[in-house]
């Protein structure tokens, strides 16, 4: 019985499926403020704000490279101009689903002021507008707060032409980053640049949420905040810190090292299958660096998988069906194995469907009659009917499918159901 546990452990690792989920991909992007010839404000030491500001992103940028999320920057330092409407178009191309635009803050009042504040879209037609960026820029000044910078609060400003508005019929924002993330369009006295272009429809998500960070005055008591490289950075993970915890942002994962595969990480649940399978010459990757352990199991791969077990015994003679008759094709000594073993059989039609993909039901059948080849005991089965979808189990498969999940080489979903149907992954 040892060694039977033995081999349905190792079937177990590389065989258990699961339903893929969509993962959502977070993607920022990040807006130096001014640059080139746009200098910006001039601090009291002298610094340019355009600078400051391109430290600050580069900052934020790193300090985000640690997180499962996407970071583009609209610019990396240049020289002429660079218009904001230019800047908003490339943002919208990536489609990000926060633009912030890093600024520092001036003044020309004889009281000279501090402190940190943030404008948002004042656009309400859907939460991720202005609710959304809200919530975050109060979290952001929470954090800048934390480091001695006052909290002047999250604000909107509405452009000052009445007939300039979105497409839900809202006036447009005053600031041109964040009217033009939302809309990526300009219009000046009637003018619409570019010529061609159409107005994002707000009301169906098309416009890209927008904020200003103004992280504190480039004068007076706030220059404190901003006279050193490590405290540009702290600005920055201000910033960052309230990003990840607002999104929730998972951070990076770190690959499997004793793999060669770039997509098999060490927390994946089958990070030690692959790297069995890798080191035991049973599953290969397509090339030297991917393996793509989301891809479906075909019945090419799966046979191949079971040959490779199994030593790569020599055959004799050639697979019976048309569409295995190249020597070449990697699976095609495989097929000859598993079919004369009778671990898999063709289809009616006389064709083996090598490219096939493997269901869960399908899978248990193989498994068993591999079990069975290699003298087994396939006595355990499992009562099915805690399992909400027992009912979509095919009839060549129920007996299969109750021996699976007695050996535990299949198990359930979270949900409470089998997905007898659903397909195998590699």
């Not at 240049?78 to 689903?97: F, Q, W």
Request: proline residues 4%; aromatic residues 12%.
């Amino acid at each position: 019985m040892r060694s039977n546990k033995k081999i349905f452990l190792i079937l177990f690792f590389v065989f258990v499926l699961f339903l893929t989920n969509t993962v959502y991909g977070f993607t920022l992007m990040i807006d130096p403020g001014h640059g080139g010839t746009d200098g910006g404000a001039t601090a009291s030491n002298g610094a340019h704000e355009r600078d400051l500001n391109l430290k600050i992103s580069k900052y934020l940028r790193d300090y985000l490279s640690e997180y499962n999320l996407t970071v583009y920057l609209t610019h990396e330092g240049y020289t002429g101009t660079y218009e904001l409407i230019d800047r908003g178009i490339y943002a919208r191309s990536k489609n990000p689903d926060l633009l912030i635009s890093i600024h520092l803050n001036d003044s020309e009042a004889k009281n000279y002021p501090n402190g940190a504040e943030v404008y948002v879209t004042s656009n309400l037609s859907l939460p991720k507008y202005n609710e959304k960026t809200t919530e975050l820029g109060n979290k952001i000044l929470n954090n800048l707060s934390a480091l001695g910078i006052s909290n002047r609060g999250v604000k909107t400003r509405l452009c000052s032409d009445p007939t300039d508005v979105y497409t839900d019929g809202s006036r447009a924002d005053y600031y041109g980053i964040i009217r033009y993330a939302m809309r990526g369009t300009k219009i000046d006295y009637g003018v619409r640049y570019p010529a061609n272009a159409r107005d994002a429809n707000v009301q169906n998500g098309e416009g890209v949420p927008a904020m200003i960070v103004e992280h504190c005055y480039v004068r007076g008591s706030d220059i404190q905040f901003i006279d050193s490289d490590a405290k540009l950075k702290k600005l920055a993970e201000a910033d960052g810190k309230a990003i990840v915890e607002y999104y929730n942002l998972a951070p990076k994962k770190q690959k499997n090292p004793n793999t060669p595969f770039e997509d098999v990480y060490i927390d994946d649940w089958y990070s030690s299958a692959v790297e069995y399978s890798y080191k035991n010459g049973i599953i290969k990757g397509y090339n030297d660096t991917t393996f793509a352990p989301n891809d479906k199991l075909t019945r090419g791969m799966l046979v191949t998988i079971l040959y490779r077990m199994e030593g790569e015994r020599a055959i004799q003679g050639e697979p019976k069906f048309p569409d295995v008759k190249d020597s070449k094709q990697y699976y095609f000594r495989a097929v000859k194995w598993a079919t004369d073993n009778n671990i898999v059989s063709g289809y009616d039609t006389g064709y083996f469907g090598p490219n096939d993909n493997i269901t869960r039901e399908q899978l248990a059948v193989i498994l068993n009659k591999y079990a069975k080849y290699k003298g087994k005991d396939v006595s355990a089965v499992n009562d099915l009917s805690k399992f909400s979808d027992t009912n979509k189990i095919s009839d060549f498969a129920i007996g299969q499918m109750k021996w699976a999940v007695g050996a535990g080489v299949i198990s359930g979903n979270d949900n409470g159901t089998l997905n007898p149907r659903g397909q195998a992954t590699r």
